[in-house]
Nanobody, 124 residues
Framework: QVQLVESGGGLVQAGDSLRLSCAASGRAFSNYAVGWFRQAPGKERKFVAA????????NYPDSVRGRFTISRDNAKNTAYLQMNSLKPEDTAVYYCAAHRAFGASSVVASYDYWGQGTQVTVSS
């Protein structure tokens, strides 16, 4: 099993930046692809970014491409989500997730392990 703990969320203004971290423990993190998802109140969980096990293949939806960057440091068992030019519509709980089978997948059901989430609030 892999345990994931997110951190770095907070309240920022539109145009600001935040970096989220996802600390992994348990089995070798380097064997897992990692993804970030977000969920606003009353809405379904949505894909934000994903990175394969080596860090060489990333995937983003159009809504964040060019503003968000996913990365990982396997030596530190940590993944990151750098978020720039934040908008009020980016407000949500952000979740880190991991799986071994599907690469940089955008599909929620692909992921076996999830963190508890961290709140990001962007004021206008």
């Amino acid at each position: 099993q892999v345990q994931l703990v997110e951190s770095g969320g907070g309240l920022v203004q539109a145009g600001d930046s935040l970096r989220l971290s996802c600390a992994a423990s348990g089995r070798a993190f380097s064997n897992y692809a990692v993804g970030w998802f977000r969920q606003a109140p009353g809405k379904e969980r949505k894909f934000v970014a994903a990175l394969n096990w080596s860090g060489r293949s990333a995937n983003y939806p159009d809504s964040v491409r060019g503003r968000f960057t996913i990365s990982r440091d396997n030596a530190k068992n940590t993944a990151y989500l750098q978020m720039n030019s934040l908008k009020p519509e980016d407000t949500a709980v952000y979740y880190c997730a991991a799986h071994r089978a599907f690469g940089a997948s955008s599909v929620v059901a692909s992921y076996d392990y999830w963190g508890q989430g961290t709140q990001v609030t962007v004021s206008s």
